[in-house]
């Protein structure tokens, strides 16, 4: 197989293997942990957004950092449409205010996973500061929740290659997300539907939002949620989602 490229008139002959020492030479890595494969363009650790799956399975991820007005009416939901199986990423600070509303999730049988401790961006802390964050959360949600968070959602997903490294320290896993549904913008009900319903797929992570300033999302939900079900989607948790399963995964600079 050859590839060829013309320059000033003049045409160049170069062979396959020179594209593929290319595309090695940029540094694409494979690593293998516990039967999860991860591919990055990168050594080191690296933020989950999906998982490469032929299953109909997807995650419905919440983040809370603020209010008392808007989990609950997620939680009646999801009750209502039998979902028994999502993941809340929690603000520890949040937590600690709000213990009752913890234990309904938790009671309810949800993956609980940290949002960090306050609801700020880590790229812009020292490592020291970021170890912190990670640390004061896992102990305040540990005294909450009675165990140990393994995922991490930085609060407004904000990660440098720096967090990510700190992160893997800690034994956390970084979790993004493939489809953002802007419910925290409340663009109208139906924009939040279609914003999910328009991308969603298996293996994928979607972001959804319980703090009080997403006003539309359990308005959303239940439409998102029959509309899945009809196409034959079941719902996981982050941790069954990757578990056993080819992950993707993105790095950044």
Known sequence: MKFYWVLNGKRFKQYFVIVVAAIFAIGIAYAEKQNVAVFTFEKGPAAIYKVETDQKKLALTFDISWGEQRAEPILEVLKEKGVKKATFFLSAEWSKENPEIVKKIKDAGFEIGSHGYKHINY?????????DQIKRADQILQEVTGKKPTLLRTPNGDIDKRVLRIAD?????????????????????????QNVLKKAHPGDIILLHASDSSKQTHLALPKIIDTLKGKG??????????????VKSKTVD
């Open 123 to 131: 790229t812009r802390l020292t490592d020291e500061e970021i170890r």
């Open 169 to 193: 320290e800690l034994n956390y896993t970084v979790i993004q997300w493939d489809t953002d549904s802007k419910d925290w913008l409340n663009p109208g009900v139906d924009t939040i539907v």
């Open 233 to 246: 989607y079941e719902f996981a948790t982050v941790s069954e989602l990757i578990a056993d399963t080819k």
